[in-house]
C-alpha cells in the first residue's frame, strides 16, 4: 500500500519547521543577503530548535528521525526552511553536510568522534565537502589535488573551489587523488579539522544569488593530517563502490547521490514561496477592472507553477520512500528530482516576477532575490546537464540488463 499521508511526527515537525522559517529566517533574509553575510543569529536558534541535527542518529545525539539525512522527514523540513530562504536554509543544512560522508564511509570510530559535534545543540559546528576543482567541477574522477602517505601522517596539496563554509568550517572533508589522473580508483576522502596548519581560505565569492551561504576557495598547501582521519580508516581495504562496512574506497557519486535530494527539498520550498507569493498578488492586483489572476494568460502561469511544484515534491518523496524502503535508486531517482525540482525553481521563479510586472524587478518584493536564488540549484551538486547524463545511463542500463 502507498500513502502520501503524514505520521504525526512528520506533521509535528513540518508545523515546527515552517513556524521557525516564519518566525526567524523570513524577517531577515533580505538583510543578510543585501549584507552577503551568513545569519549566525539564526543558525545558533535552528540549532537550539534541533533544526541542523534532527537527521543524524540518535545515538550521537541526533533527533534520528526515520530515514536520516535523506529520508521523506527531512525533505518536509528542508522544504520549509528554502520556503524561508534557500540560502540561510543552505547553510542550515551544509552545517550537517560533512556528516554524510562520514555516516557512508567513516569508521564506526571516525563516526563517534565526529557526529556528536554536529549534534551538540550549544554550539553550531558547520562542515563543508571539498570536491570541484578549478579546472572543472562536473568531471569528478579528473581531480588534481592529491593525497601521499608520509609515516603516520597523510599530505594533502591542491585547491578546491566554490566550496560551501569553506575555510570557515569546522570540519573539511577533503577528496584526493593519490596522483593527478588516477580517477575513480585512486580516490580517497579525509577529514581535516580547522585549524590544521596548511588548510587555508582562498578567495571569497561573490555571487548571483543565495547571497548569504558562505563559498570559497579551500587551499591545501602540504596540510598534513593523521592518518587515522582518512575516511574508512589509516589502511582502509580497496573495494570500490563499497560501504565503510566493506572497507570503503570513498566515492563522492555515491554521496552525492543521496545528498542532491535535500538541495531539491529546499528548492521546492524556494518554488512554493514564490507561487504563494505570486498568488496573493495576482488576487490583489487589478488590471481592466478585476484581479490580473482573472485574466486567462495570468490564471495558465498560475496553474503550471502549481502543478510543476507538486509535480517536484511528488518525485522527491519517492525516492525518500525508496531510500527509506532500502530500495536502490537504480532509475536515478534522485537525480530526477533533484533536476526536476530545480528546473522548477528556475521557472516558477521566473514567473512569478512576470506575475508582479515592474514591482517583481524590484527589490521592494521577495520575488526578485528568489529569482536570483534559484538559479544555484541547476549548477550545484551536479549540473542538471549531469543529472540528465546519470539518468538516460541508468535507463539505458536498467533497458540493456533487462532485454539480456
Ligand atoms: C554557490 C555554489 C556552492 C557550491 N558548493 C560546493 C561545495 O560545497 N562543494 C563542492 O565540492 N562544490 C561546490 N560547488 C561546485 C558545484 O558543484 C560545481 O560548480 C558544479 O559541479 C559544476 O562544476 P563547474 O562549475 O566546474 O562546471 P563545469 O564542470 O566546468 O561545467 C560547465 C558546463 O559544462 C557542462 N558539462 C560539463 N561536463 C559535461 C558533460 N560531461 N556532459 C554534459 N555537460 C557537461 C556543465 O553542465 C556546465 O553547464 C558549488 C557551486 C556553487 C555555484
New binding site residues.
Given amino acids: 500500500m502507498i500513502s502520501l499521508a503524514l505520521t504525526p511526527e512528520q506533521e509535528e515537525m513540518r508545523r515546527v519547521a515552517h513556524e521557525f522559517a516564519r518566525r526567524e529566517i523570513r524577517p531577515v533574509a533580505a538583510e543578510y543577503d543585501r549584507k552577503e553575510e551568513m545569519a549566525w543569529p539564526v543558525l545558533q536558534k535552528a540549532n537550539a530548535a534541533g533544526l541542523l541535527s534532527f537527521g543524524l542518529p540518535e545515538q550521537y545525539g541526533g533527533g534520528g528521525v526515520p530515514g536520516g539525512l535523506v529520508g521523506v522527514t527531512n525533505f518536509i523540513v528542508m522544504e520549509e526552511l528554502g520556503w524561508g530562504c534557500p540560502a540561510i536554509a543552505t547553510a542550515i543544512g551544509?552545517s550537517v553536510?560533512a556528516a554524510g560522508p562520514i555516516l557512508a564511509f567513516g569508521t564506526p570510530g571516525q563516526q563517534e568522534k565526529y557526529i556528536p559535534q554536529f549534534c551538540d545543540q550549544d554550539t553550531v559546528r558547520l562542515g563543508?565537502?571539498?570536491?570541484?576543482?578549478?579546472?572543472?567541477?562536473?568531471?569528478v574522477s579528473a581531480m588534481r589535488t592529491t593525497f601521499r602517505r608520509d609515516g603516520d601522517e597523510y599530505v594533502l596539496s591542491g585547491t578546491?573551489?566554490?566550496?560551501?563554509?569553506?575555510g570557515i568550517a569546522d570540519l573539511h572533508i577533503v577528496f584526493a587523488v593519490e596522483r593527478p589522473g588516477a580517477g575513480w580508483s585512486g580516490m580517497a576522502g579525509f577529514i581535516v579539522e580547522k585549524g590544521t596548519p596548511g588548510l587555508e581560505m582562498g578567495k571569497v565569492?561573490q555571487?548571483l544569488g543565495?547571497r548569504s551561504?558562505h563559498?570559497a576557495e579551500v587551499v591545501l598547501s602540504d596540510c598534513r593530517i593523521p592518518a587515522e582521519n582518512r575516511l574508512g580508516g589509516a589502511n582502509p581495504t580497496v573495494v570500490p563502490g563499497a560501504t565503510s562496512d566493506d572497507g570503503a574506497r570513498p566515492n563522492p557519486l555515491l554521496l552525492l547521490q543521496y545528498s542532491r535530494m535535500i538541495y531539491a527539498a529546499t528548492s521546492i520550498g524556494l518554488a512554493r514561496a514564490a507561487y504563494e507569493y505570486a498568488l496573493d498578488y495576482a488576487s490583489e492586483r487589478q488590471s481592466a477592472g478585476r484581479p490580473i489572476a482573472d485574466h486567462q494568460a495570468v490564471a495558465a502561469k498560475l496553474a503550471d507553477m502549481a502543478m510543476a511544484i507538486d509535480a517536484a515534491r511528488l518525485m522527491l518523496w519517492r525516492a525518500g520512500w525508496m531510500v527509506d524502503e532500502g530500495l536502490p535508486l537504480d532509475r536515478g531517482e534522485g537525480s530526477m528530482a533533484k533536476c526536476f525540482a530545480a528546473d522548477t525553481a528556475v521557472d516558477v521563479t521566473r514567473e512569478a516576477v512576470q506575475i508582479l510586472g515592474g514591482h517583481g524587478y524590484m527589490r521592494d518584493h521577495p520575488v526578485e532575490r528568489w529569482y536570483r536564488d534559484a538559479k544555484?540549484y541547476q549548477?550545484?551538486?551536479?549540473?542538471?546537464?549531469?543529472q540528465r547524463?546519470i539518468i538516460s545511463r541508468a535507463l539505458v542500463d536498467q533497458h540493456v540488463r533487462r532485454s539480456r
Avoid at 563543508?128 to 568531471?139: F, L, M, N, Y
Avoid at 578546491?160 to 569553506?166: T, V
Fill in positions: 551544509s553536510y563543508a565537502v571539498c570536491i570541484t576543482e578549478p579546472q572543472g567541477g562536473s568531471d578546491k573551489c566554490f566550496i560551501s563554509n569553506g565569492e555571487k543565495v551561504s563559498t544555484v549548477i550545484w551538486e551536479g549540473t542538471n546537464e549531469i547524463t
